[in-house]
């Protein structure tokens, strides 16, 4: 179905069956790349391999942040120009924006190599620890400018009305790179720098397929001689910014976590944090997918006019966001053995213990969590960056750094309710930026 019918005339119910539980699939499909990381690192490589992955996870994050920043930033003029029937604005959006995450790949690329035995240092890590961590990561920095288009990518097609083409492309991305890692580690006895080129290599691959229909001009989005200009640069700041901060910010809570996490409880202690951030990859792509998906539609429809319509397809949202993160908190607070023995296994005792009780304690964030999720991603949809910067930066640094001082007394215990205490603040600030949003916005839709 052509884009402009499906987000223009397809009733929201309908649409969100159609776009959002595709999109769901679609970002869990590519977000479980790293959930395989960590169980074929963790269950082939042993501990010490997995904590030195979840040391450098953070910094692997962060190396995507600047191209998630423009590939997000610029979908969402992209659908907003399209909403208006200005097609070339649109297609010199996709050009300029394709250009400048190949530039931001080359440059975090080659700052995050050359930088990486000095970041894991800081973070407290030595011998082996380090080493293998600075391995890890200098593989993702390496493959940088082939690799970090891929998501990106991803909203490209959505926004083409090729939502399930994204979806088996990001299936087809996870299954080839676990394909490839367990190859390397299982089979070649590569070490930890395999797992980060098995993922690599898939991304990449992934990233070629998906450029080849926009390179052919078969799709609404087309490339075209870009014409660069400082306002639509500041544009895609201004859109992206609430992505790119909630990279950012939560990486550096990361990283002031494990730097507070292997003095005070060592690297047990680190890998029951990789343990919940797995947990945490699991669960919040299917909401991101959901919400991410939906945007184009709500873009689309916010620039051509249609409040109502919009309004009706965030209802959809708001709903199956609530339901999936009721669920997730249920199987992680009924089951955290079961959760925890995917990283550890049966052998580690100590360490699943200590594994279960903080899953029971993380399970409580999924409870308001999704609240704070689908009102980011509807103010961001709609142009409202600042409110959504808010909600973003909040979440993600300003309420887990205040959190981590308040709940210092209770240790270990404290760190594990900083994500449950952190998602019911967040959903207050959400719902405060909700009703005077609608207070002030609303009246266009009557």
């Known amino acids: 179905m052509e884009s402009k019918t499906l987000f223009a005339k397809t009733p929201p119910v309908k649409l969100f069956f159609m776009a959002a539980v595709p999109g769901a699939v679609s970002m869990l499909a590519s977000a479980l790349y790293q959930t395989v990381d960590g169980i074929f690192v963790g269950q082939i490589l042993g501990e010490r391999p997995f904590a030195a992955l979840n040391l450098a996870m953070p910094f692997v994050i962060i190396n995507f942040s600047l191209a998630d920043l423009i590939g997000v930033g610029s979908s969402v003029p992209i659908s907003i120009n ?35 035995p000095l970041l894991i240092r800081l973070m407290g ?27 990106a990518m991803d909203n490209y097609l959505r926004i083409c009305g090729q939502i399930r083409g ?12 676990a394909g490839l890692e367990f190859l390397f580690l299982a089979v070649f ?54 992505n790119f901060l909630n990279n950012i910010a939560g990486r550096i809570t990361s990283i002031l976590l494990n730097f507070i996490l292997i003095r005070v409880g060592g690297e047990a202690a680190v890998s029951v944090y990789g343990i919940l951030m797995y947990a945490e990859g699991f669960i919040q792509p299917l909401l991101y997918g959901m919400c991410d998906s939906l945007q184009p539609a ?4 916010w620039g051509a006019g249609q409040f109502r319509r919009v309004a009706a397809i965030e209802r959809c949202c708001y709903t199956a966001s609530g339901l999936l993160s009721l669920t997730a908190a249920a199987v992680l607070f009924l089951f955290p053995g079961e959760v925890g ?12 213990t200590m594994a279960e009780g903080a899953l029971r304690l993380f399970a409580l964030t999924y409870l308001t969590r999704w609240f704070s999720f689908a009102t980011q991603s509807y103010m961001l949809a709609v142009e409202k960056s600042l409110a959504a910067a808010a909600i973003s930066v909040s979440t993600a640094l300003l309420f887990p750094v205040i959190l981590l001082g308040l709940l210092w007394p209770f240790g270990l215990t404290g760190i594990w309710l900083n994500f449950a205490v952190t998602s019911l603040l967040a959903g207050i600030l959400a719902g405060a930026i909700l009703a005077r949003f609608q207070k002030k916005e609303v009246k266009n839709m009557a």
């Not at 604005?89 to 990486?116: E, H, P, S």
């Not at 994204?166 to 790179?177: A, P, Q, T, Y």
């Not at 995917?342 to 699943?352: K, N, P, Q, R, T």
Request: proline content about 3%.
């Open 82 to 116: 399209l909403g208006r029937k200005e097609e070339k604005k649109a297609n010199n959006i996709f050009t300029a924006a394709c250009l400048l995450i190949l530039l931001a790949g080359i440059l975090m690329g080659a700052v995050l190599y050359a930088a990486a």
């Open 125 to 151: 890590a030595e011998g082996e620890l380090a080493k293998f961590a600075v391995q890890y990561l200098r593989v993702y920095a390496l493959c940088s400018p082939v690799t970090t288009i891929v998501f």
């Open 166 to 177: 994204s979806m088996f492309l990001n299936i087809f991305m996870s299954v080839l790179s």
């Open 189 to 242: 006895g590569f070490g930890i720098w395999g797992a980060a080129l098995a993922t690599c290599l898939g991304m990449a691959a992934c990233a070629l397929i998906a450029l080849y229909p926009f390179a052919r001009g078969k799709l609404l989005l087309r490339f075209c001689r870009p014409r660069f200009s400082l306002k639509m640069i500041r544009q895609i700041i201004a859109c992206g910014s609430p």
């Open 298 to 301: 709500v873009g689309f429809n």
């Open 341 to 352: 023995q995917l990283f550890v296994g049966a052998s580690g005792s100590e360490l699943l």
